[in-house]
């Protein structure tokens, strides 16, 4: 980012408005975005993965509660899609995480962390074809029984590309019992 991020930008990024953008990726029951992945909201996000700009996490959370409540989503808990451990190592935190968890201080559902673990590592997404996304997280997640089973469960993520990451969430949280899995992210790539 070339520019800190500033009072103007906070009021640029609370003055865009919802986009409610759905997809329909089985096995996820729905998954929704609250805009395009582009001006920004793409800055924003972009600050917070890779410059460290953790001011923009309240914007954020606001963005995503109100995208919740505009929507009528009922769930049990919030899962933020997880980091490898080296991933978080390089970052210091997962951007999913700090949302959630700035979520989860005004909603009454919590964020569930250790539910689901990224247990192996893999390549960047960005630059990788839907197929080569889809075999790149294949099998990458577990979820724990104890912690998921007969829930309804909201996964969260910053964006949603082609929605091969959150598929295999979705794949291992069933797997493990969840009786359904939503998706919101901040924004989604054009399809």
Not at 122 to 129: D, N
Request: a positive charge.
């Amino acid at each position: 980012m070339d520019t800190p991020w500033c009072p103007s930008c906070d009021r640029k990024l609370r003055a865009e408005p919802l986009d409610l953008r759905r997809r329909h990726l089985p096995p996820l029951q729905t998954s929704l975005a609250t805009g395009l992945h582009d001006g920004i909201l793409q800055t924003a996000i972009h600050a917070l993965k890779y410059d460290n700009v953790t001011a923009v996490i309240p914007a954020l959370g606001d963005r995503m509660i109100l995208a919740l409540r505009q929507s009528g989503l009922s769930f049990d808990m919030i899962i933020p899609v997880p980091l490898f451990t080296l991933r978080i190592k390089e970052r210091g935190y997962n951007q999913s995480q700090v949302v959630g968890s700035y979520m989860a201080q005004f909603m009454a559902q919590p964020v569930v962390s250790t539910a689901l673990e990224r247990h192996r590592h893999t390549a960047s997404q960005v630059g990788l074809s839907h197929d080569e996304r889809q075999i790149n997280v294949r099998g990458a997640f577990r979820a724990n029984p104890l912690l998921v089973s007969k829930a309804t469960v909201l996964l969260l993520d910053d964006v949603m590309t082609t929605g091969a990451t959150l598929q295999e969430c979705a794949h291992a949280l069933l797997d493990a019992g969840a009786n359904a899995v939503l998706s919101l992210t901040v924004t989604a790539a054009l399809p």
